[in-house]
């Protein structure tokens, strides 16, 4: 197969490889808006379903990204203080003021809050983390009546690992 100089293939060419790779009845489309109808139909006949939530709970799967969250172990957050987190979250929610420790990690985040009227749940934070020190939790419940509750701190930032267990088993899986 032929290119040009700048590797892009010519129009004659690429309808050559389009018509060799589909068959005729693939071209019309047909068999496609077919299993679009039958699909569709399918789930027409299939019984409603609605949550009463607040009464009936939503349980996320593991892969569920909710609030983010600081991973506690023994009593102390596992972030150092890279700073990381911060200048990759797109939405600027996150700031973080380091401080140093006499723990092994020799930094700590003195200051660490989420502006969670920013946070868009994207879960860079938890990718870029080197520690795995925050993490995308299951709580998807958050309610504020004024601008400054949705400042979290530390105080509601920190989480146990037993409490975000399947979300680390989960991490560790996929990573
Ligand atoms: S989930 Fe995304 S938007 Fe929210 S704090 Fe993390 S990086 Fe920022
Ligand atoms: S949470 Fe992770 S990426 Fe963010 S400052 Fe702490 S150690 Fe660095």
Sequence with gaps: ???HTNGQKTVKEASQVRSKDLTFLQRTYIPEIVKGMVLTFKQML???FTRQYP???FNPQPSYRGRPVLV??????????????ARVCPALAIEVQAAETPLEKER???????????????????????????VMSDEYELVFRKPEEAIFGKEKLLMS???????????????
Excluded at 161 to 175: A, G, N, P, Q
Aim: hydrophobic share 30%; net charge neutral; aromatic share 10%.
């Design 1 to 3: 197969m032929s290119f």
């Design 46 to 48: 299939r019984p409603k």
């Design 55 to 57: 009464e009936e709970r």
């Design 72 to 85: 506690e172990q023994n009593g102390v957050e596992r972030c150092v203080a890279c700073g990381l987190c």
């Design 108 to 134: 700590y985040p003195e200051r660490f809050e989420i502006n969670m009227l920013r946070c868009i749940f994207c879960g860079f934070c938890e990718e870029a983390c080197p520690e795995e020190a925050i």
């Design 161 to 175: 690992t037993e409490r975000l267990k399947t979300r680390l088993e989960f991490l560790r899986r996929s990573r």
